[in-house]
Every structure is written in C-alpha cells, then in structure tokens.
C-alpha cells in the first residue's frame, strides 16, 4: 500500500506543482495582457493625439490659406475700385470736354444768328427807310404838282 501512496502523493504533488505552474504561467500571461493593452492603449493615445495635432496644422493652414486668399481678393477688389474710379474719371473729363465743345459750338451759333438778324434787322431798316423816303419824295411831288395845277 505504501506505493500507492507514495505514487496518490507523487501525483498530488505533480498535480500541486502543475496547478501552480499554471497559475504561474496566467500571472505571467495576465500581467503580458496588462502590459500588451497598456502599450495599445498608449499607441492608440499617441496615434490620436497626432491625427488631432496634424487636424490642427490642416486647419491652421486653411485657415491662413483662406486669410491669404481674402487678402488677396481684397488687394484685387481695391485696384478694381481704383481702375474704375480712374476710368470714370477719365469718362467725365471726356464728357466734360464734349460739352464744352458743345457749349462753344452752340454759342458760336447763337452769335452767328445774332448776327445774321442784327444785318437782316439793319437791311430791313434802311429798306424800310429807304422806302419811306421814296414815299415821302413822291408824296412832295403830288404836293407840289398840286399846288402847281
């Protein structure tokens, strides 16, 4: 009997040190877990906290791209203003100019018409004076011829 005892103890203690193995072997391969998941957890940290700092530049830089392009727009909007302000300028001295010509044409007109019937006024007067002389010549004669008959 004694053997199977010593081999129920031999068995009991293979049984002991393979439970204890085993229980070895889950701490190791929990603790490994642990650690595996720690380090995922901190890649998986690192790897988001670079995708938000590389949103971040991305959004700096369309920012600034935007405010370049504004500024940009801006600088043409105003040498746009500029030009059509030059350009209605130059259109109202132009116009300026035409009506000055105008005027002057038409004051030219004015005064050649003015002369026209100060000398049509004047050939009307010594028509008209001339005429009245006439008449007032034949209107003596029939006095005088009157006066004579």
């Known amino acids: 009997m004694p053997e199977i005892s010593s081999g129920y103890k031999t068995s ?3 049984e002991l040190r393979l439970k204890n193995y085993r229980n ?3 701490q190791k391969h929990e603790i490994e877990l642990r ?3 720690a380090r995922n957890a901190e890649e998986t940290q690192k790897v988001t906290d670079h995708h938000r700092e590389q949103l971040s530049q991305l959004r700096g830089a369309y920012d600034v791209q935007i405010s ?3 500024e940009a727009l801006e600088a043409r909007l105003h040498d746009l203003r500029l030009n059509n302000l030059e350009r209605v300028g130059t259109e109202k001295r132009a116009a300026e100019i ?8 038409s004051h030219a007109q004015i005064d050649e018409t003015k002369k026209n019937a100060d000398i049509q006024i004047e050939a009307l007067h010594k028509q008209l004076q001339t005429s009245t002389e006439v008449l007032h010549d034949q209107a003596r004669k029939t006095a005088r011829r009157e006066r004579e008959a």
Do not use: F, R, V, Y
Not at 98 to 105: L, Q, S
């Open 12 to 14: 009991s203690s293979d």
């Open 24 to 26: 070895m072997i889950e």
């Open 35 to 37: 650690d595996m998941e």
């Open 68 to 70: 370049e392009e504004a």
């Open 98 to 105: 035409e009506i000055d010509k105008i005027k002057a044409n």
